[in-house]
Structures are given as C-alpha cells and as structure tokens.
Nanobody
Framework: QRRLVDSGGGSVQAGGSLKLSCEAPGVTFRNFCMAWFRQAAGKEREPVASIRGAPWYADSVKDRFTISLDDATNMVYLQMNNLKPEDSAMYYC????????????????WGQGTQVTVSS
C-alpha cells in the first residue's frame, strides 16, 4: 500500500485560512472513506472531517472547515477558514475501506502529518 502524502500546513494568525492537500496514490475514492484527523500536543488524535458520499465534520470545525475530493487527480483537500488557536495541531490525512472513517480503528492508510499553528 502506498502511503498518503499530506501537505499545506503552516503558521497563520487567528481568523486566517489554510488549505491542506493530500495525495492518495492508488486510492479509488468510490471504494474509500477519506478523512482528516488532528493531534495537538499532549492530546489524543481526533477526527476532524471525513467523506464518503456525504461529508461529516466534528462540531468544533463545522461551518469553518470543508473536506473535498478531486477524482481526476486523486487529491483530498481540507479548506480551513476562520482558524482559531485551538485548531493548532498536527493534521493527518487518512483513509479506509469502511463506510465511515471518523474513528482511527477504521483507518488503514495515514499520511505523515502536516503542522498547523494558529497564533492569537
């Protein structure tokens, strides 16, 4: 299995935006649920958004983050708007063949992570 490759993290001020990207080589999106997780320092990894058909979002990011797929290029994106300091974390692209993938136990492929830092 080829690893997912995520990128696009960086440092922004509160209220700013970032768009994370994930290359998903060899993944057929109709057969995969794709997701973004994040892990802040000293905290457990948590799901942020997932998509297989309809998108799902954690309450903490609803109306601010948007997950999307590009079938033509095998890319997964996470558009993050109105960022808050509490959004600071390492973000991981993830995928699995279950119908849902908002739990880590449903994930079979992970990206290496991309750091997002939001300053107040």
């Amino acid at each position: 299995q080829r690893r997912l490759v995520d990128s696009g993290g960086g440092s922004v001020q509160a209220g700013g935006s970032l768009k994370l990207s994930c290359e998903a080589p060899g993944v057929t999106f109709r057969n995969f649920c794709m997701a973004w997780f994040r892990q802040a320092a000293g905290k457990e990894r948590e799901p942020v958004a997932s998509i297989r058909g309809a998108p799902w979002y954690a309450d903490s990011v609803k109306d601010r983050f948007t997950i999307s797929l590009d079938d033509a290029t095998n890319m997964v994106y996470l558009q993050m708007n109105n960022l808050k300091p509490e959004d600071s974390a390492m973000y991981y692209c993830a995928g699995g063949t279950f119908s849902g993938c908002s739990e880590a136990r449903h994930i079979s492929r992970w990206g290496q992570g991309t750091q997002v830092t939001v300053s107040s």
